[in-house]
T-cell receptor, first 118, second 116 residues
Framework: DTAVSQTPKYLVTQMGNDKSIKCEQN?????MYWYKQDSKKFLKIMFSYNNKELIINETVPNRFSPKSPDKAHLNLHINSLELGDSAVYFCASSQEVSGTGGPYNEQFFGPGTRLTVL | AQSVTQLDSHVSVSEGTPVLLRCNYSSSYSPSLFWYVQHPNKGLQLLLKYTSAATLVKGINGFEAEFKKSETSFHLTKPSAHMSDAAEYFC??????????????FGTGTRLTIIP
């Protein structure tokens, strides 16, 4: 059973297009994340949702809009794609330690979505 | 400000020899520290974590790391490298986000190559 799944695995698109990446976790976790990994393997958090509420929002262009329809899903929609958006996007989930607000528990990562903008 | 530095971008060792991947951190409070591994074209997997319990932390696949507050280090070691250890390794520290929550900040990664 896949714990954290992402679709699609590969996404190739033209500049200016709008695209979405979907993420689902079947671990019963209450917190989900989106990370961006650039060509130099540098990983940076973009967003985090806890029980469908946004709790982390890094300095990300507002062309990126996460949506969490329920605790098990966190989708990422990107408008007006740019060349610099090319990267691997990872979804992750964890069970937040109650009352601490901290990701002390292990984050489980999806396999990644490789986005290429031409 | 909190940050994490991985001192080597690339480490090569022969199979059967020890592995040392170095990580230093800076934090204004007692952070949690992690090591994650990423095999080629795969997601990340937690190797081990330090959360203010024992300073010597044992992880999966024979890896361990020692938290040294005086040196602000959290180096990852393994006594004997195996071919399957070839991967990218990330040292990770928790920092406070602008929302007041803790979040993970990743080091730049160390690529471990195992020589047969």
């Amino acid at each position: 059973d896949t714990a954290v799944s992402q679709t699609p695995k590969y996404l190739v698109t033209q500049m200016g297009n709008d695209k979405s990446i979907k993420c689902e976790q079947n671990l019963g976790h209450d917190t989900m994340y989106w990370y961006k990994q650039d060509s130099k393997k540098f990983l940076k958090i973009m967003f985090s949702y806890n029980n469908k509420e946004l709790i982390i929002n890094e300095t990300v262009p507002n062309r990126f809009s996460p949506k969490s329809p329920d605790k098990a899903h966190l989708n990422l929609h990107i408008n007006s794609l740019e060349l610099g958006d090319s990267a691997v996007y990872f979804c992750a989930s964890s069970q937040e330690v109650s009352g601490t607000g901290g990701p002390y528990n292990e984050q489980f990562f999806g396999p990644g979505t490789r986005l290429t903008v031409l | 400000a909190q940050s994490v530095t991985q001192l080597d971008s690339h480490v090569s060792v022969s199979e059967g020899t020890p592995v040392l991947l170095r990580c230093n951190y800076s934090s204004s409070y007692s952070p949690s520290l992690f090591w994650y591994v990423q095999h080629p074209n795969k997601g990340l997997q937690l190797l081990l974590k330090y959360t203010s319990a024992a300073t010597l932390v044992k992880g999966i696949n024979g890896f361990e790391a020692e938290f040294k507050k005086s040196e602000t280090s959290f180096h990852l070691t393994k006594p004997s490298a195996h071919m399957s250890d070839a991967a990218e390794y990330f040292c990770v520290v928790t920092i406070i986000s602008n929302f007041g929550n803790e979040k993970l900040t990743f080091g730049t990664g160390t690529r471990l190559t195992i020589i047969p």
